[in-house]
Each structure stands twice: as C-alpha cells, then as structure tokens.
C-alpha cells in the first residue's frame, strides 16, 4: 500500500469518533424516543460503523474510487427548516412537466408539507395507498413500516449505510396494499440547499472543511398483485455548493407485483453522493430500475435485487455523464436465488475531461437457481484522451441449467460514421453531437414515462451539447 492510501485509512479510522459523537449529540435530541424498535435498529447501526468504519482503498469494490476528501470534511447535519423564501417556483428546474401525481418535496433531509403536491396526512386513502413522511409514518402506521425498515438493506460491513440506518429521521415512505394500482408515479424530490463557499480558492474536501450532509431513507412496501411506479430525484439549487448526500432505498415486492423505479441524480457540481438501493422480489414480480447520473463531484450507486422467488423479471438500466473531474462508480449486483429467473442488465457512460467512471456488475447464480437467464452488458464512450473507465463484469454461477452472458466495450465516436454523416451536410460538430446523442438515447428510450423520458433527454441534450463544445478545439 502506498505512503497515501496509508493516510487515508488512517484518516478513515480516526473520522469514526467524529460520527459517533455527532449520534450522541442527536440521542439527546430524540427526547426520550431511545426506547422505541427504530432506535434499536439505529444503535445496531452506529455499533456497526464503530467497528468498520468507512470502506478504504483495500476494500475490493472501492479500490477504484477514492473517498478521502468525504472522509476528511467535516459534515454536520443540515439544517432543520427550509430557507426563507425558498418556493415552488425554485422547485421547478428539479421536477417533470406534464407529470400528474403526488410529489413529496424533503428539504436538506426534512419533509416540506407546503412544497408538495398535497398535504399527506397519511391515514390510508380508500385504496389502502399510503404515501407520504416516514416520520409520520412512524407514528401513524408503524405496523406497516416497522417489520421492513432497516431488515432488507445491509449495513453490517458497509460504513455509509451504516450511518443513514443510524441517522434515521425522515424519508419517503410509499406502501401499496395487495391488488392496488397507481395510475401515475409518485414522485419524491430530495433538494439539498447548501450554498457555495464564499472563498472560492477553498475547494472540496480540503482537511478540516465543514459540510451540511443529509441522510435520505426511502422505504417502498408493494404488496402481492400491486402496481406503481416511484421517481427518487436528488438536485442541489446551488450549482457548485459542496455537501454529501447519504442515500438508502429500500423496496419490498409482494408476488406478482409490476414495479418501476427511477433514480435522477442532479446533485451540485461539488457534492458527494453515496447511495444504496436494496430490492427484495418475490415470486412472479416484473421490476424494472432506471438510473440516471448526471452531476456530482463524486458519485457512487450501489444497486442489489434479489429474486427471491421463481418467474421473476428483473431489469437494471443506466446511464451516467461525467465531466471535468468527476467521478461516477456503478456497482451492481444481482442475486438469482430462486429458478425460473430472468434478468437484464444495460449500463452506458459518457466520459469526457479528465472524469473517471467504474462499472461493477455482478451477476450471482446460486446453485437452486436452475434455468436461469441472465445477460448484462455495459457500453462507455470515451470523449476525450483523458477520460478514463474501469468496467468489471463478473459472472458467478453455481447452478449448471443457466443461459448467462455478460460483455463491455469502450471506445470513442466511430470515424467512418461521423464521416458518413459528413457526407450528408453535416459538419463535424454536428455529426458528433448526432452520434454521441444517439448512444445516450438507447438508454433513455427505454424509460416509458413520456414526462420523464422528455425531460431527461433535454437535459442529456443540453449536457453533452456543453460537453462537446468544451472538447472541440479551440
């Protein structure tokens, strides 16, 4: 190990007390809620990072991404309240025209009533449908929360899931009672509204910095015969402020359920976002995930479903831009642990700058899972000489009646099709942005939302346009 891993495990190990007496200081504010089976969960959790700390460069799946500079600043809570004078209007940027349904807005980690679309009051609609804030959740309905909150997403040996399970305090909760339809997704919007440094030589993740950081949970419970679909977005308003987003999904899905999920990360230029999405599916279920990674300083996705019952239907789709510096680490893995099962995995990233990107997936065939079908590819477009990629594709398979294929390719534009399109009347900037659109756009074109389909491909259209110009020769 070198003389600067060796530091950043140091400095990893000795960060561990800064958290702990952070949850000591938000035990005391709980007012005697100590008691309660959530704050079991939470100090198993807490006990759980004092003893594995954040995950180091000798950690395989993160050999590739250096988290030194989150482990190093000093993130504090986000403030309790909004702004004053922070409106819809400010939201908009951040939310989908033509999309009709509930949209529940959390400001810096807290539910904000009088930003969303209703006021949930979250005793049960006549459809048994409960949407609303985990808090409330917690205290109205905790029968329903209670059982799936904190059991499905490990944080045993994983340091970031570890602090949000402990720093659990509100969320998204989203349940649908056996047979129930939603007719349009609900939509939840993680706003972070840290502001920029006012020194503007003082960059990111330099020793001793200060940060707001905030804890989202999201628990999704869909019961046997249910159908929805849910959009998680995570944006900052400020476009270069520095904070962390700690992220935690969890979705529970009953037999024969049809579900959708989508993950839009517009985080700040300068912001760290770590996020984990855990998905149980049992027997019967068809479960499609979309996710989409668009800014961020750094950014690391960790996704495992596990098919945990026969004829499931399993789907992973991803695209991911990086620019400039930044960094975007996809880790997947999909559990085949039952018969019968069929999976799709198809990632794509455009890397331009000096961005790096990681691919990890992994497809785990236990040896029960007879006459599996799996297949996973990952794609990455390299826009520049300086832009790097590591794509990883593993297979493990212990069954022996399986169809199973996994491949990656990387690469930069194809001169004979950009000089096909020259042949036609375009320039070559134009024929650039045709091809490089075109490669987004296989991803993209898979979301069945049209209000989100419409609004991811104006922006991926407005990112690589700035992206290309910034690479074109001057």
């Known amino acids: 190990m070198s003389g600067g891993d060796a530091v950043s495990e140091s400095k990893s190990t000795d960060r561990r007390e800064w958290y702990l007496a952070s949850f000591r200081g938000f035990e005391r504010s709980l007012n005697g809620g100590t008691a309660s089976s959530l704050h079991r969960i939470r100090r198993a ?8 700390g954040f995950p180091g460069r000798r950690d395989e799946s993160w050999r590739h991404t250096n988290i030194a500079p989150i482990v190093r600043t000093s993130f504090r809570d986000a403030p309790d309240s909004p702004p004053p004078g922070l409106s819809a209007d400010q939201l908009a940027p951040f939310t989908y025209p033509g999309l009709v349904g509930t949209q529940l807005v959390f400001v810096d980690g807290h539910f904000a009533p009088s930003l969303s679309s209703q006021e949930t009051a979250l005793s049960p609609h006549h459809s048994g449908v409960v949407v609303g804030s985990m808090a409330t959740a917690l205290k109205e309905v905790p029968d329903l929360v209670e059982p799936h909150l904190g059991h499905h997403a490990p944080f045993a040996e994983e340091g970031f899931a570890a602090l949000n399970t402990a720093f659990i305090r509100d969320g998204a909760f989203v349940y649908l009672p056996p047979g129930a339809r939603l007719d349009a997704p609900v939509h939840l919007l993680y706003l972070s509204t840290a502001r920029c440094s006012e020194d503007p030589g003082h960059g990111p993740g330099q020793e001793g910095e200060e940060a707001p950081v905030t804890y989202p949970r999201t628990l999704i419970v869909a019961e046997d015969g249910a159908c929805g679909s849910v959009i998680e977005s995570y944006a900052g308003l400020e476009p270069s402020a520095l904070y962390l987003t700690n992220a935690v999904t969890e979705i529970v899905l009953g037999a024969e359920t049809r579900f959708e999920h989508y993950k839009i990360q517009r985080e700040s230029g300068g912001a760290y976002h770590i996020a984990s999405l855990h998905v149980t599916e049992a027997r019967g279920c068809d479960f499609t995930s979309h996710n989409i990674s668009l800014s961020g300083r750094l950014i690391r996705n960790d996704i495992t479903t596990v098919l945990d019952g026969e004829g499931v239907d399993s789907t992973l789709n ?44 992994k497809i785990h065939v236990h040896q029960v899972a007879q006459r599996t079908d799996a297949y996973q590819t990952n794609q990455s477009l390299l826009l520049s000489d300086d832009a790097e990629i590591t794509s990883k594709p593993q297979l493990e398979i212990y069954a022996d009646d399986v169809k199973c294929s996994h491949g990656s390719t990387t690469g930069q534009l194809d001169e004979e099709a950009i000089f096909y399109l020259r042949t036609r009347g375009l320039s070559r900037d134009v024929a650039l942005g045709v091809l490089t659109q075109a490669f987004a756009g296989e991803i993209l074109d898979l979301i069945g939302c049209e209000p989100v389909h419409k609004r991811l491909a104006e922006l991926v259209s407005a990112e690589l346009g700035a992206t290309l110009h910034s690479e074109a020769p001057q």
């Open 318 to 361: 991803g695209l991911f831009l990086a620019s400039g510096e930044e960094h975007v680490d996809n880790h997947t893995s999909i559990e085949h642990a039952s018969p019968d099962c069929v999976s799709h995995e198809f990632y794509k990233g455009v890397l331009s700058g000096h961005a790096r990107g990681v691919f990890r997936g």
């Open 45 to 52: 959790a807490i006990d759980c990072f004092a003893e594995t």
